[in-house]
């Protein structure tokens, strides 16, 4: 009887581990209750207090903790983990051991795990609610498990540093309660489960606490009121509804150092101190907690001189560094990196692929600071395709988008030179008024005189373009350009010498892409056509500027024929025929083979070799008789195009519209299966550009085609003259003495 009657008073339940453990054997249920020592609310691993009281774990915390008698024979130990994983959510974790031995070396144990999980309804409210396994031994006759659960709010209406810090709880502990058996054991192991014959509850708690840390962190203070055995069972003794409190007051004679009082619900007082030491090693605080008493201080327990020692550690990063550094991640280093991707494929040229990955960054992260710039990107990854309506889409989008952004005139820009692309010139004039007023004073402004100024001299308005074009200045990325243009429509006005400087003002300039070279060594071409056909001639000057251009040039050709054009000037067949031949043999699509052809005939017929200069002649007229691109050729183009114009629109349609979401599975499972129909709707738009291009030079070409039929037909005429009889046929002189020169086809 005396064991049964220890173990009901052993049995405390739910790793509450009652301090009367070894009090007098009686059935008390009023003194089921927490250990003062080990469990405060306010402290993180207060959750065999209230479950709610873990989600006010700033970081990873472990917890261990030590009590005895003097003697040593009865004592308890645990350890306790709690991890808060964002601002919401709190794990933890609680092992309890206590036990005693009677009867001559006879142990009594109980083993309680406990697992909590705290959740942040509100910014102020938290609950919390724990499953709690326990284990209890009884001195080897019956080993059982029984199961148990806790549920609590938590309420923190004050946290400030001018008025301290102030937490509230309420938990009903043991709201699921564990069974305890009380049957005869055999050394077998057991489920307990409420409800069983042979067994009782371990009462169920109301537990309101409260917390306050305030006067600069130099006073912390609780009060813990218990209302023990609420739902009463007449059956299992006790009085119901007991109320216990506890108060426990800690004085901070530094931040590192505290003195504690406590008086605990089993009636005595504690006295005690704190010490901690904060970011050693790898840990971010470390405290050392050391209280003891007296049992008999306060009332008769013969368990006399009673300690406990605690051990707190808490390290990694706060919850605040984790949600500041996830936020951090999803707000600045997740958009920086999806955008740096994006512009990867940009400048990888995948324009589609861009687009889309633009437009995600658009649509994924629309507070990101770059968002108005992804917007740009992504309608210039359209543009670059053709996309014309797409892009246009996107542009007008972002300016009623970000009406604050430094990039809406770039977005007024591009309108505009879409509109010059597509030849819709009055449009794109209406627009440059637009920027000239608005964007004046931006970097813009210098982009749109550049558009504006080929719009006036396509138009054939010379002068006006020399204008718009000259506020151009060095280190501009068109300025190469714009120079390039006031040349040519400098020279078409008779300004030769505007022309030339302009020229020259390109070919002075350092260089720092391809596209600048190419336009430089074009420069050069044009400075020695302008030396070549001046008022005065300067031959050497000429010959010197083409032979500055390099072999990889898009240019090249007019510069060797230029060369053969100024040793056939200057009476020198050989070296003439050799760049002419070299054009033919290496360049046989170029526009000037004909002309080549036409040079050769020179050459020979100064050599007086008549039947090859015949030969050469009438390759001339024969390359030169019809336009490179002819009319049908031109209609057959333009009636492919207007076909698939309709299909392209649909794809610019579908594309933008896949651009604008997420890339789900579903959505790329879509963009899938459009790149079939874009990839043949773009090589038609790309073919058509190609062809219009060759267009475009055989119009240029056009100038020259009938001077080199005139030529080639006069030479001819003279040449069979000469062959059929001398002083026949013609009554011009032949040769080189009436060879034309080399006209400024600018």
């Not at 600069?216 to 009060?223: C, G, I, P, V």
């Not at 430094?406 to 309108?415: E, P, S, T």
């Not at 030179?417 to 970097?443: C, H, L, P, R, V």
Request: proline share 3%.
């Amino acid at each position: 009887m005396l064991r049964t009657s220890f173990i009901k008073t052993s049995a405390l339940g739910l790793a509450v581990a009652s301090t009367s453990l070894f009090a007098e054997a009686t059935y008390t249920p009023n003194k089921y209750q927490q250990n003062d020592w080990f469990a405060e609310f306010g402290g993180n691993t207060s959750m065999y207090v209230n479950p709610a009281g873990i989600s006010e774990t700033d970081q990873l915390e472990f917890s261990a903790a030590f009590f005895s008698t003097i003697s040593g024979e009865a004592s308890q130990e645990y350890v306790s983990l709690t991890y808060p994983i964002d601002y919401k959510h709190t794990l933890g974790f609680s092992l309890f051991e206590n036990g005693a031995s009677i009867e001559g070396g006879e142990s009594y144990s109980e083993i309680a795990a406990m697992f909590g999980y705290s959740y942040r309804l509100f910014h102020l409210l938290s609950l919390g609610v724990s499953v709690d396994v326990l284990y209890i031994n009884q001195f080897d006759e019956l080993k059982q498990l029984t199961v148990g659960a806790d549920v609590g709010l938590s309420w923190n209406p004050l946290a400030s540093s001018k008025y301290g810090y102030l937490l509230i709880g309420a938990s009903l502990q043991n709201i699921l309660a564990p069974a305890v058996s009380e049957a005869d054991g055999d050394g077998s192991f057991k489920f307990v489960f409420m409800g069983a014959a042979d067994a009782y509850k371990i009462p169920t708690n109301l537990n309101l606490s409260l917390f306050y840390r305030g006067f600069n962190r130099l006073l912390e203070m609780k009060a813990e009121f218990s209302f023990i055995d609420i739902i009463h069972d007449s059956d299992e003794g006790g009085k119901g509804a007991n109320l216990e409190m506890s108060f426990t007051l800690t004085y901070y004679l530094s931040s590192h150092l505290g003195v504690r009082a406590r008086f605990t619900k089993e009636g005595y007082p504690v006295i005690g101190a704190t010490v901690n030491v904060k970011d050693v090693s790898i840990f971010r605080y470390l405290a050392l907690d050391l209280e003891m008493s007296h049992d008999d201080l306060w009332a008769k327990k013969n368990r006399g001189f009673v300690w406990a020692v605690k051990l707190t550690t808490r390290f990694g990063d706060t919850r605040e560094e984790k949600i500041g550094e996830e936020r951090y991640r999803r707000l600045k280093i997740e958009p920086e990196n999806d955008y740096r991707a994006a512009m990867r494929l940009y400048l990888n040229r995948q324009f589609l692929e861009a687009a889309y990955a633009f437009g995600k960054v658009q649509t994924k992260y629309p507070a990101f600071h770059l968002v108005d710039q992804a917007a740009f990107y992504k309608a210039k990854s359209f543009e670059n395709l053709r996309m014309h309506k797409a892009a246009k889409s996107v542009y007008e989008d972002a300016i009623k988008r970000y009406p604050q952004s430094d990039q809406r005139a770039k977005y007024h820009f591009q309108l505009m030179n879409i509109d010059y692309k597509e030849g819709k010139y009055t449009e794109a004039m209406t627009k440059y008024q637009n920027i000239a007023q608005k964007f004046g004073e931006s970097d813009v402004k210098a982009d749109a005189d550049y558009v504006a100024g080929q719009i006036k001299f396509e138009q054939g308005l010379y002068q006006e373009s020399v204008d718009l074009l000259a506020s151009i200045l060095p280190g501009n990325a068109n300025y190469f350009y714009a120079r390039y243009t006031m040349g040519i429509a400098n020279s078409r006005m008779g300004k030769f010498d505007e022309a030339e400087n302009c020229f020259r003002d390109i070919t002075e300039q350092p260089v720092s892409n391809q596209s600048e070279r190419d336009l430089q060594d074009a420069a050069r071409v044009k400075l020695g056509h302008l030396f070549f056909s001046g008022e005065k001639p300067d031959i050497a000057a000429a010959a010197q500027m083409y032979g500055q251009v390099q072999k990889e040039s898009p240019v090249f050709d007019e510069a060797m024929l230029g060369i053969a054009w100024s040793f056939l000037k200057v009476n020198k067949p050989d070296e003439a025929i050799k760049p002419a031949k070299w054009i033919i043999s290496n360049l046989p699509e170029s526009f000037l083979v004909s002309e080549a052809y036409l040079v050769i005939g020179y050459c020979h017929f100064m050599k007086k070799n008549y039947q090859d200069a015949l030969e050469a002649l009438t390759q001339a007229e024969k390359r030169t008789e019809q336009p490179i691109v002819s009319v049908a050729s031109r209609d057959s183009a333009r009636q492919a195009y207007d076909a698939m114009q309709s299909q392209f629109d649909s794809v610019q349609v579908l594309a933008l519209d896949l651009a604008r979401q997420l890339p789900t599975p579903r959505v790329e499972s879509k963009r899938e299966a459009l790149r079939p129909t874009f990839n043949k709707a773009n090589q038609a738009i790309e073919d058509y550009a190609s062809f219009m291009q060759r267009s475009i030079q055989s119009d240029r070409f056009e100038s020259n085609r009938k001077r080199i039929l005139d030529d080639a037909g006069f030479t001819k005429a003279t040449l069979l003259s000469k062959m059929g009889g001398a002083g026949g046929g013609t009554s011009k002189n032949s040769g080189a003495s009436e060879m034309p020169s080399l006209e400024d086809d600018l």
